[in-house]
């Protein structure tokens, strides 16, 4: 149980394009998900922390209004890359936290981001 | 689909002690990375092996890859407070995506 999938798994765009990556938990609901980049061997650096029927909370430094993540559903988050440009290139994970504890967390395969 | 089993799910140690998470893969791994998670935190990054066979050591930390490159541990020498959380495995496949193991929380007993 408490399988989390990412789709696409890997996405090749040009520059000025928009992505969508899209996360779900599929054997359980997901109160928060979070969203996550890595770059390689480096710690995953929390992009936001996304709440079922609410505004994302977005950590210093990450723009709103170029990642934008919207958590429709307690199975399903989206995180949507606008206007991407190559320095958005990277590794981008998700996580889905079980309600009985914020600390266990399941985490996706990631997604891998190139633009061109 | 292609899974990484981490165990134990829970170790209660008494400070001192050892402790040892072992992480096992139905598929050969590309590489396998290790992640610490504080009570509270995000996951950090502390190391990544690629080859077979493979022993690092990063001060009472050692990790080592196994040689057919599906199984991975983590084991801690002398336990100490600040070494609480959950340890993480990841794997790296063909396609490199992670596959996560399901994290050993360590627990330090009084």
């Known amino acids: 149980g408490a399988v989390v999938s990412q789709h696409p798994s890997w996405v090749i765009c040009k520059s000025g394009t928009s992505v969508k990556i899209e996360c779900r938990s599929l054997d359980f609901q997901a109160t928060t998900m979070f969203w996550y980049r890595q770059f390689p061997k480096q710690s995953l650096m929390l992009m936001a922390t996304?709440?079922?029927?609410?505004?994302?909370?977005?950590e210093q430094g990450v723009e709103k209004d170029k990642f934008l993540i919207n958590h429709a559903s307690l199975t399903l988050s989206t995180l949507t890359v606008t206007s991407a440009h190559p320095e958005d290139s990277s590794f981008y994970i998700c996580?889905?936290?079980?309600?009985?504890?914020?600390?266990?967390?399941?985490f996706g395969p990631g997604t891998r981001l190139t633009v061109l | 689909g292609q899974q990484v089993m981490q165990i134990p799910q829970y170790q209660h140690v008494q400070e001192g002690e050892d402790f040892t998470t072992y992480c096992n893969s139905s598929t050969t791994l590309s590489n396998i990375q290790w992640y610490k998670q504080r009570p509270g935190g995000h996951p950090v990054f502390l190391i990544q092996?690629?080859?077979s066979g493979e022993v690092k050591k990063q001060k009472r930390l050692t990790f080592q890859f196994g040689e057919a490159k599906k199984n991975s541990s983590l084991h801690i020498t002398a336990t100490q407070t600040t070494d609480v959380g959950t340890y993480f495995c990841?794997?790296?496949?063909?396609?490199?995506?992670?596959?996560w193991g399901a994290g050993t929380k360590l627990i330090i007993k009084p």
């Open positions: 996580s889905a936290a079980i309600p009985r504890g914020a600390d266990t967390q399941y």
């Open positions: 092996l690629v080859k």
């Open positions: 990841a794997g790296g496949d063909s396609n490199y995506q992670l596959i």
């Open positions: 996304s709440n079922e029927g609410s505004k994302a909370t977005y």
